[in-house]
């Protein structure tokens, strides 16, 4: 999947997380990034794999935290009935997500991360200089990350 991110190279800077339609469990600055590992996850309501991933993504968020791993969700919509602020609510709440999640109902987002195929699941890994260390998508996504997070946090 990867070769379709033709625009996507390893060592592009964290993008801004500006235009976001709106935040849920608070703000990206209320979990500061900067001189951290960041992990940003593209999710959306109406995809059953993202629904799959998101315990693993509260799994790591909680294990990695202690040594400075940073996660941050971007609630994709792939549906109209995606755009649904309180059916996001709903799942951050069953999922247990306590990442700050930005809520990408304009797409600026998408745009902002060059997801130009709109992958959901979709994972960036940036180092603690805010640099791209790795990028996965779909089903197997996280298990092509487990390495690249193990290297950025030690």
């Not at 794999?49 to 940073?70: A, F, H, M």
């Amino acid at each position: 999947m990867v070769s379709k991110l033709s625009k996507l190279e390893l060592g592009l800077r964290l993008a801004s997380l500006e235009g976001a339609t709106e935040w849920l469990n608070g703000q990206r600055t209320s979990w500061q990034t900067k001189g951290h590992p960041t992990l940003v996850h593209f999710w959306s309501a109406s995809c059953g794999i993202c629904k799959d991933n998101l315990p693993r993504v509260g799994q790591w968020r909680d294990e990695k935290k202690d040594q400075g791993l940073r996660v941050i969700g971007i609630h994709m919509p792939r549906y109209e009935a995606d755009t649904d602020v309180e059916a996001v609510r709903e799942l951050i709440s069953k999922y247990g997500i306590s990442e700050p999640v930005a809520v990408d109902n304009e797409h600026k987002l998408k745009d902002a991360f060059q997801n130009d195929q709109g992958f959901v699941p979709a994972y960036y890994l940036f180092d603690a200089e805010g640099k791209l260390r790795s990028f996965a998508a779909g089903e197997r996504g996280l298990d092509m990350l487990k390495t690249a997070i193990e290297r950025v946090i030690s």
